[in-house]
């Protein structure tokens, strides 16, 4: 029986605090601290008057700083800790668990909220020319961490979401049951979801909006090829929600899995996106609200994209007008038995199921179902390791069987139709 505390109370954390109490074998008592403590003592209220048997506290937290994480853990003494905040959090909120001793599991790698800093950009800069690609994120980061983690016995999951996350342990579990070696990877995501707004972000807007208007990538024979921004189009007909526009973007499990797997010698990453939400962008980048540069505004300073941020619906608040469901999975092809072998493997959620069920859309909900995942794992010890890692590098059949029983049914067809 654990004690998890959880950083971060926004559309992702909601979901996993909700189903660590639905996992209530494993956690029995739960911390949520966050910016906004508000939001915690609501979800708390909602739990408990579901009648939940975990022990729920809440408290807020400023996660920027080391201090303060590190004296909240050592009052409520978790057995993890679960970063749902944002990726700007990853390394300070590592630091505290280093400090004090607990394990570290989150679901999207380090970036900085300050990308003119000089001293991240002089690394920043190497790295594109050791490596050639310009995400802002990279694993650099938190891999730096392995021997300080592995020396302190301790566990640090990166990245235990959907995409990165289900998808790294899909490329785990074709490995060990369909392949003797694996070719190419395409991993695919696409929502179907109809919110009625003109436009809206699914997940937190800004770090959505960086990653969508940046340079996309992938990985060919351990290189990567670096494109511009929806260069690389292709048409896919998705099973349960059909013929769609998806466009080739740089993404964090190919670093992970160009790693882990260098015998794959392709590995792609295309996401669906409507005319509108790309019409809609390409425009607010041309007028500068996509900048996280600080401006001058009225005697104030403020960051562009906060500031979009704040006009924008709550991702959270997508929940009850969004239709549609969601596939996202992995094309695999390679050979077994030295016969030339493809498959897919995917899951489709519903938008609609996932509110009436937690009430949250489906992309907080296939993200915070494998972070609870991933953290059950760790702290049953079952996936519990000392060192640095990602969902790929453990054995993915506990982490699939618990797809299964939590919400994310997942289909494996072997015979799909290949992304030219
Ligand atoms: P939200 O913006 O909805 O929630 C973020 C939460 O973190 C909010 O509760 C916010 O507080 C809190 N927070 C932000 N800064 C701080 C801080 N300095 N100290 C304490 N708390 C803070 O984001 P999402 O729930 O959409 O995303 C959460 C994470 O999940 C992100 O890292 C995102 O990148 C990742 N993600 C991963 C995916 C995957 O498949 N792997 C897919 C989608 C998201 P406040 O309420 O005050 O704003």
């Known amino acids: 029986m654990a004690r998890l505390l959880v950083i971060g109370c926004g559309g992702v954390a909601q979901v996993a605090i909700q189903k660590c109490c639905q996992n209530s074998e494993t956690f029995s008592e739960l911390m949520i601290a966050s910016r906004t403590e508000s939001k915690c003592i609501e979800l ?20 920027d700083s080391v201090e303060e994480l590190t004296a909240l853990i050592n009052v409520y ?73 592995r020396e302190a016995g301790l566990t640090a999951l990166l990245g235990t979401g959907f995409d990165p996350g289900v998808t790294s ?32 972000t699914n997940f937190n ?12 990538s992938y990985m060919e ?19 349960q929600v059909g013929m769609k526009d998806m466009y080739l973007l740089h993404h964090e499990e190919i670093e992970a899995l160009g790693r882990n797997f260098p015998e794959i010698k392709r590995i792609r990453f295309f996401m669906t996106f409507g005319q509108s939400y790309l019409t809609h962008m390409k425009c607010l980048e041309n007028v500068g609200m996509l900048s996280t540069t600080p401006i001058e505004f009225d005697g104030k300073q403020i960051v562009p994209i906060q500031f979009l941020k704040a006009l924008l619906p709550d991702p959270a608040s997508l929940g009850p007008r969004t239709v549609g469901k969601t596939n996202i999975g992995c094309i695999f092809t390679g050979k077994k038995d030295g016969k030339e072998k493809t498959l897919y493997i995917y ?74």
């Open 205 to 216: 807007p800004e770090i959505n909006l960086r990653e969508v208007s940046a340079n996309g």
């Open 169 to 200: 342990v899909f490329v785990a579990y074709a490995k060990k049951h369909y392949f003797d070696e694996i070719d190419t990877v395409d991993i695919l995501d696409c929502n179907g979801g109809d919110h009625g707004y003109p436009f809206a």
């Open 221 to 239: 024979n351990g290189k990567w090829i670096e494109t511009k921004p929806m260069e690389i189009k292709r048409e896919y007909d998705f099973p």
């Open 77 to 149: 003494k978790p057995d993890a800790v679960l970063n749902v905040a944002l990726p700007y959090q990853d390394l300070t909120i590592m630091d505290a668990c280093l400090a004090c001793g607990v394990d570290y599991i989150d679901t999207a790698n380090y970036e900085p909220e300050d990308t003119d800093d000089p001293k991240w950009r002089e690394i920043y800069e190497k790295r594109i020319k050791e490596k050639g690609f310009t995400a802002y994120f990279d694993y650099s980061w938190q891999w730096a961490y392995e021997e300080k983690f």
């Open 44 to 63: 708390k209220k909602k739990l408990e008057s579901q009648g939940t048997p975990v022990k729920i506290r809440t408290a807020t937290v400023n996660a």
């Open 347 to 420: 899951n489709v959620c519903d938008h609609q199921e996932c509110y009436k069920e937690l009430g949250s859309q489906a992309i907080s909900y296939t993200t915070g179902v494998p972070a609870m995942i991933g953290t059950a794992l760790v702290v049953n010890g079952t996936w519990k390791k000392p060192g640095v890692y990602t969902t790929d590098q453990f054995d993915p059949d506990p982490y699939m069987d618990m797809l299964n029983k939590y919400g994310l049914p997942w289909v494996v067809d072997e015979n799909p139709v290949l992304v030219s």
